[in-house]
């Protein structure tokens, strides 16, 4: 199976913020990677496919980049209500996987 | 706007086999992809498997030998079983839609709520 690796596990940001998380695949994976955010108690909601498709609806303050084997997930100026774990999630294998999760909380 | 709905027990003994079954509603079940995913308490995601609307399955190659999936078109419904389920299966489980979208990456839009299985004697 291909192995996601999100870092880091967790952060502490401020309103305002930029905020960067990175994913790192075990294996060449194309742009076949997905970005969630997950709030408490919540199910996953979908911010960004192939790498760098902003779904409708998603602020511009969202952007995702990366190819092959590494990615990256930034929130410019971070907001109140993005406080919440983000996953990464690869398609290119047969066996759909996710990173472990990146927590954001609020400095 | 499409909605799905997880359904089933929500306590299991040990040894037995888990029936969930997503509702969806707001749109047809044909055509697309659906998929299970779980959660453990305070754990990431896990993907459990997919099935098409004409009932090809994909499974997660850890939990192949114990999952079924299958489709009600009729019902607009599809269900996922697990057998033989342990402790460790205890999470809360996620059914969703898959779509392909740009270079054909899959991806899940619309999710349920989630449903809590626990597995305890």
């Known amino acids: 199976d291909i192995q996601m690796t999100q870092s880091p596990s967790s952060l502490s940001a401020s309103v305002g913020d930029r905020v960067i998380i990175t994913c790192r695949a075990s294996?060449?994976?194309?742009?076949?990677l997905n970005w969630y955010q997950q709030k408490s108690g919540k199910a996953p909601k979908l911010l960004i496919s192939?790498?760098?498709n902003l779904q409708s609806g998603v602020p511009s303050r969202f952007s995702g980049s990366g190819y092959g084997t590494d990615f990256t997930l930034t929130i410019n100026s971070l907001q109140p209500e993005d406080f919440a774990t983000y996953y990464c999630?690869?398609?290119?294998?047969?066996?759909?996987?996710f990173g472990q999760g990146t927590k954001v909380e609020i400095k | 706007q499409v909605q799905l709905q997880e359904s089933g027990p929500g306590l299991l003994k040990p040894s037995e086999t888990l029936s969930l079954t997503c509702s969806v509603s707001?749109?047809?079940?044909?055509?697309?992809?659906w998929s299970w995913n779980r959660q453990p308490a305070g754990k990431g995601l896990e993907w459990i498997g997919r099935?098409?609307?004409?009932?090809?399955?994909n499974y997660n190659a850890a939990l192949k030998s114990r999952v079924i999936m299958s489709v009600d078109t009729s019902k607009n419904q599809f269900s996922l079983k697990l057998t033989s389920v342990t402790a460790a299966d205890t999470a809360v489980y996620y059914c969703?839609?898959?779509?392909?979208?740009?270079?054909?990456?899959?991806?899940?839009?619309?999710w349920g709520q989630g449903i809590l299985v626990t597995v305890s004697s």
């Open positions: 294996q060449s994976i194309s742009s076949y």
């Open positions: 192939a790498a760098s």
């Open positions: 999630q690869q398609s290119f294998s047969a066996t759909w996987t």
């Open positions: 707001g749109g047809s079940i044909s055509s697309f992809y």
């Open positions: 099935i098409y609307s004409s009932g090809t399955t």
């Open positions: 969703a839609r898959v779509s392909f979208g740009k270079y054909s990456n899959a991806h899940f839009d619309y």
